[in-house]
């Protein structure tokens, strides 16, 4: 059972984080507006991007690492807590539709299991044990990378998690929006994006929270990029799941093509719906199993399975 005193140390640790703030300048904003309120809170939101800028040389560092992992088929593990451990959860869920990764390669862990991504589980993010326990039970190895995710930089889920990782040789990013974080410093790559207070106190779903979804959107997405996932900016390995997906398909062959909608059938048809083989049939004039093979020993990169095809 958690005494006083340590009610009153996680207080103190919570008073000196700059996430956790007071603003006595927005006391009374209860009594505004809604439309001032709406305006005051975009003001707000529109210092993110610039403190995510401050840190693009560290995100950057770590996207390389991590791709550099992933290529020799390391996975990408996201551990956090609330909403935190829901953002991790939320860009691993997009990766195979958009990257056709397999769902094994990006993964989103959150404090207290499946749950908690829409109910609280009491106690789930104190716990350095828990982390461990999940990272074990997904078979963690030397190859993956895992990021925790706090805003405070204190969670001690996203702390252990990183702590468990690292002990093991996996590589480790810790993205925290206070600067300072023991979350940036036991990882290998800390990525602290301080956005100050919030316009609600502690709220930090709000702007750091943005802060969190802007980097791993750069994460995932740069990295899938360095593993020639996408062909300049078309996602050439959508997976068509759906008659959207199956339209915008079509529409990325034809875009980096240039072909008409009887060859781009054809294509597709002669390679089973991939989109990025069929896109090599067309600029490559190769067959079908030709294109595969190609795509194989480039490691999946269009651009040099079609610089190869060419020299067929």
């Keep these: 059972m958690?005494?006083?005193?340590?009610?009153?140390?996680?207080?103190?640790?919570?008073?000196?984080l700059t996430t956790e703030a007071f603003r006595p300048d927005l006391a009374e904003i209860d009594r505004r507006s809604t439309l001032d309120i709406t305006r005051t809170m975009n003001d707000e939101d529109a210092a993110v991007p610039a403190a995510?800028?401050?840190?693009l040389p560290e995100i950057a560092a770590a996207i390389d690492a991590t791709a550099a992992r992933m290529a020799r088929g390391g996975r990408l593990v996201y551990a956090g807590a609330g909403t935190a451990g829901r953002l991790g959860v939320l860009d691993a869920s997009e990766c195979p539709p958009t990257f056709n990764t397999d769902p094994s390669q990006v993964l989103g862990l959150i404090a207290g299991g499946p749950s908690a991504l829409v109910t609280a589980v009491e106690g789930?993010?104190?716990?350095r044990e828990f982390a461990a326990e999940d990272l074990s039970a997904i078979g963690l190895t030397a190859l993956d990378t895992?990021?925790?995710?706090?805003?405070?930089?204190?969670?001690p889920y996203a702390v252990g998690a990183v702590e468990h990782a690292r002990a093991r040789g996996a590589?480790?990013?810790?993205?925290?929006?206070?600067?300072?974080?023991?979350?940036?410093?036991?990882?290998?790559?800390?990525?602290?994006?301080?956005?100050?207070?919030?316009?609600?106190?502690?709220?930090?779903?709000?702007?750091?929270?943005?802060?969190?979804?802007?980097?791993?959107n750069m994460l995932s997405t740069i990295t899938m990029i360095r593993l020639g996932k996408t062909y300049g900016n078309l996602m050439v390995d959508?997976?068509?799941?759906?008659?959207?997906?199956?339209?915008?398909?079509?529409?990325?062959v034809a875009l980096a093509t240039g072909a008409g909608e009887p060859e781009i059938e054809e294509a597709l048809s002669r390679t089973d719906g991939e989109v990025k083989n069929a896109i090599l049939t067309l600029l490559g004039d190769v067959d079908g199993p030709t294109a595969a093979r190609l795509l194989d020993a480039s490691g999946g990169h269009l651009r040099a399975a079609l610089a190869a095809a060419r020299n067929l």
């Design 2 to 16: 958690t005494s006083t005193a340590d009610h009153a140390d996680l207080r103190a640790q919570l008073d000196a």
């Design 52 to 55: 995510v800028a401050a840190r």
């Design 124 to 127: 789930a993010e104190d716990s």
């Design 146 to 155: 895992v990021v925790g995710i706090s805003a405070s930089g204190r969670t």
């Design 171 to 216: 590589l480790t990013i810790g993205l925290s929006c206070n600067a300072g974080s023991s979350l940036a410093a036991a990882a290998e790559h800390g990525i602290e994006v301080v956005v100050g207070p919030e316009l609600l106190t502690g709220s930090t779903r709000l702007k750091a929270g943005t802060a969190q979804k802007l980097v791993l």
């Design 238 to 252: 959508v997976r068509a799941s759906n008659d959207k997906l199956r339209a915008r398909s079509r529409r990325i």
